[in-house]
């Protein structure tokens, strides 16, 4: 005799064998008719530097032993030329022509130019094209999709097939 219990599992077996099988799927394989290769364009800023040299002047200021012994060898030197009051001025012409000549003298080598480094540094676009995937169209059963997929598949596209019952 059949108790009420085996009867509501095999009732129950009965009803999920369908569902079982309602949801049931299998790989195969769909035909490729074309793999076409995706490109974008991405900007990849980036920093170039350059490096120039300026030309740059040092002037070290000089001592007033240049203008000061220029003068008075001025002042000697215009002495000996004139005569009488044209003597003085000319003492005061030479005094003041020999200190400027002795100060410029004096100064003379000690303007040093040397050059200085300056580095200039500025962000700039640079553009790059990267592959990002493959736009694949292939034909299963007769119809015809589209997928991206991020490598070429060949000749053959690895499908996972999923049967699912409709209601009736």
């Not at 920093?47 to 008075?72: N, Q, W």
């Not at 009488?84 to 040093?112: T, W």
């Amino acid at each position: 005799m059949k108790t009420p219990t085996s009867i509501a599992t095999l009732v129950a077996l009965m009803c999920a064998a369908p569902l079982a099988q309602a949801n049931q799927s299998f790989e195969d394989y769909a035909r490729v008719i074309e793999a076409a290769p995706q490109y974008e364009e991405v900007n990849v800023p980036r920093r170039e530097c350059t490096t120039e040299y300026v030309p740059e002047r040092k002037h070290r200021s000089g001592s007033l032993a240049g203008p000061i012994i220029g003068g008075i060898a001025g002042g000697v030197i215009g002495a000996q030329v004139g005569s009488g009051n044209g003597r003085v001025a000319s003492s005061a012409a030479g005094a003041a022509i020999g200190a400027i000549v002795g100060d410029r003298l004096s100064q003379r080598g000690q303007d040093k130019y040397h050059e200085r480094e300056v580095r200039r540094c500025e962000i700039v676009d640079h553009w790059e094209t990267r592959l990002n995937g493959y736009r694949v169209v292939y034909r299963y059963r007769g119809h015809v999709q589209t997928a991206i997929l991020p490598h070429d598949p060949g000749r053959r596209l690895r499908v996972r097939v999923a049967i699912e019952l409709v209601g009736q």
